[in-house]
């Protein structure tokens, strides 16, 4: 697996993170709800691997949220880290 580290990806994986803790879930719980290894979850939120829209549907289904709304947070982010560099 290779490994990517972007800006975007780093940011989604924290927005994951954060809609996760918000739950109470561990990442291995997390991990099993979505039917994926807990360190393949880590290496998302840490923004190591590109998830793709099968990935990210079945994260938000383990999360039992749309998948817009951690699209929602990711964007939030993104503005975040905009407005703070300004």
Request: proline content about 3%.
């Amino acid at each position: 697996m290779a490994v990517i580290h972007s800006p975007e990806h780093v940011v989604l994986g924290r927005a994951l993170r954060e809609f996760r803790a918000r739950r109470g879930l561990s990442q291995e719980s997390f991990g099993f709800s979505a039917g994926m290894h807990r360190n393949y979850v880590g290496a998302i939120e840490r923004g190591e691997v590109n998830p793709t829209f099968k990935i990210l549907l079945k994260l938000a289904g383990a999360l039992e949220a749309p998948l817009s709304d951690l699209i929602r947070l990711y964007e939030d982010r993104i503005a975040e880290g905009r407005s703070s560099t300004r």
